[in-house]
């Protein structure tokens, strides 16, 4: 079998959503002898990609999306013994997320933080109504990378701003990223209120997490 | 020089674009739609009728005449007494008042009744107050009235509700839970809905919207399409009308079923087959709009998708139509050139029989 092929072996056992799969194919892949670091980054995250894209295009949904990420851990878990120490665990970042006080909704947030989560991000989602000053004490206490504000009316999105103005405020700006999203919440209003980006979806909130972070 | 026409992102910014640069974003947000949900293109003379609908010189546009539809509103009764930033008006008036103003002044053709929290659950507490209020605007009014408000599966969840958070349960890879959590909270609100539709049709009521249906992703609509389900067998005649939440029925369970029918992913054709067959009158497709694209891109895209849904429907289609949806921009009160062209878009191209 070709380094190609076993690649694709390797994607499809993800996209399967089976744990056993990604192990069979993590084991087969270590006795032909590629590195773990290949096997993560051409097998198990380019699974992993694809299944995002399927998410996106409504044709695997959440919960696939928790067993394909939990099967890639499994298979990451068997590599960690090959890998030097601390690289296979590694996060590719610190994530706070929540949906700012005064606006109680929670799905779409939730389906972010999964969505991070998923793509090997370590989110701290606080939930929703969350007083402003919670995200403040989030971040200082997970020493995050980026924070997501999330609203979902109109009269909660200077929430977002009121964050930004509180990082400003405390000296944690220039260290943290800024990551809006919800209905109302548009490109040129992120732009207006100085966060680093705005998110349309889930996925493209992966996509601009990768960008920033990684 | 080129002509340019005034026309908006989906943000409602005002932007400006060749006849060429919109037929351009018209045919990318159909290839979307049409990548999606699987759907047939719109045709070259659609297409051209959709650039001539944007770029048309007059501020508002209308529908040709003989082309009228029925026009509806949802939350109307509060709309014009709102006073929090949620598109209301802010005027004093009661709900009566709000109903009697849609009826008598601004022409609607039907009308519905909701309270100011907009959820099923919450009238529980109040339906006393919601019976009196439908009954008096029975007896002052002949616009058919409708009682309405959101499934939203969202309250029967933790901290709100007797069930867990799947999404919570979700991060903790417990999906079976997640699953679980999702299916009871489900009968639970076909349950409240369909308690709660008894005792209006008891006070008058002409029927039903439901309004977002999908909003809490499959099971809110499993549990809607089950309510429709049991307020048409207890109720042959009652007018229910099931307005979705988003074009596509995001799955957070992914294994519910209606009919047969898988209910995660489903796109506006095939929603329409499910809603029918449960037993509505109306089906109501939603498109929602891209803030980061141009409101030609969402045009084209949104006709594209409730085309089909209208050519798939054995029932009535009325789309729906305001901020943020329908090809119109996501802002707090849509302008007024954006809300015309889409909707003429949606009656002359799409072929929506009401919106």
């Not at chain 1, 919440?185 to 992966?206: H, L, M, Q, R």
């Not at chain 2, 509806?72 to 929090?84: A, C, L, P, V």
């Not at chain 2, 409101?295 to 085309?307: H, M, Q, S």
């Amino acid at each position: 079998m070709s380094k190609e092929e076993m690649f694709k072996e390797l994607a499809d056992a993800v996209i399967s959503c089976k744990k056993d799969a990604v192990d069979a194919a993590v084991e087969k892949a270590r006795s032909e002898g590629i590195e773990p670091a290949e096997i993560i980054e051409k097998g198990l995250a380019a699974g992993m990609n694809e299944v995002g894209i399927m998410f996106e295009r409504g044709k695997l949904f959440l919960p696939h999306v928790m067993l394909a990420a939990g099967a890639m851990e499994s298979g990451v878990t068997i590599l960690e013994a090959d890998m030097p120490k601390d690289t296979a665990s590694k996060k590719l970042g610190v994530i706070v997320n929540g949906t700012v006080e005064g606006d109680v909704h929670d799905i779409g947030k939730s389906i972010v933080s999964t969505m991070l989560q998923s793509a090997g991000f370590e989110v701290h989602d606080i939930g929703r109504d969350v007083p402003l000053q919670d995200f403040i004490d989030k971040i200082k206490e997970t020493n995050a990378d980026m924070v997501g504000l999330s609203a979902l009316m109109t009269t909660t999105l200077p929430g977002q701003k009121a964050v930004i103005e509180m990082l400003k405020e405390q000296g944690l700006r220039d260290n943290i990223k800024v990551m809006v999203g919800g209905a109302p919440a548009t490109e040129n209003w992120a732009k207006k209120i100085g966060a680093d980006c705005y998110a349309e979806n889930a996925s493209e909130a992966v996509a601009k997490a990768k960008e920033l972070l990684v | 020089m080129t002509t340019e026409y005034t026309t908006r992102m989906g943000d409602g910014q005002r932007i400006f674009m060749t006849r060429e640069q919109i037929l351009a974003d018209l045919k990318e947000g159909m290839a979307d739609a049409t990548d999606l949900g699987e759907i047939p293109d719109l045709s070259e003379d659609e297409l051209d009728k959709l650039v001539d609908i944007i770029a048309m010189p007059a501020r508002m546009v209308g529908v040709e005449p003989g082309k009228e539809v029925p026009v509806t509103h949802d939350i109307g009764t509060i709309r014009i007494d709102g006073d929090q930033g949620n598109s209301g008006v802010g005027i004093p008036s009661s709900r009566l008042v709000g109903v009697m103003m849609h009826e008598r002044a601004f022409g609607a053709d039907t009308m519905e009744l909701g309270h100011i929290d907009y959820s099923y659950k919450p009238v529980k507490p109040v339906i006393s107050n919601e019976q009196q209020t439908m009954e008096v605007c029975q007896q002052n009014t002949i616009v058919p009235l409708l009682y309405g408000a959101m499934p939203n599966l969202g309250l029967y969840y933790t901290p709100d509700g007797p069930f867990e958070n799947p999404g919570d349960l979700m991060k903790a890879f417990k999906i079976d839970e997640a699953r679980a959590s999702i299916e009871g909270a489900a009968k639970h609100a076909t349950r409240d809905i369909t308690w709660i539709m008894q005792k209006m049709m008891a006070s008058g009521a002409d029927g039903i919207n439901f309004d977002t249906i999908g909003a809490a992703g499959d099971g809110d609509m499993f549990a809607s399409l089950h309510a429709i389900e049991a307020l048409r067998k207890e109720f042959p005649d009652i007018y229910i009308e099931a307005g979705m939440a988003g074009e596509l029925t995001l799955g957070l369970h992914g294994d519910l079923q209606y009919d047969g029918k898988v209910l995660a992913g489903m796109w506006p054709h095939q929603q329409a087959e499910v809603v029918s067959k449960a037993g509505a009158n109306i089906f109501g497709p939603v498109v929602n709009t891209n803030t980061s694209r141009s409101a030609a891109w969402n045009l084209g895209r949104a006709v594209t998708f409730v085309k089909a849904a209208v050519k798939a429907s054995s029932i009535p289609c009325h789309v729906n139509m305001g901020m943020g949806v329908g090809g119109i921009p996501m802002f707090e009160t849509p302008t007024i050139d954006a809300v015309s062209r889409a909707s003429k878009a949606m009656v002359e191209v799409a072929g929506v029989d009401g919106i």
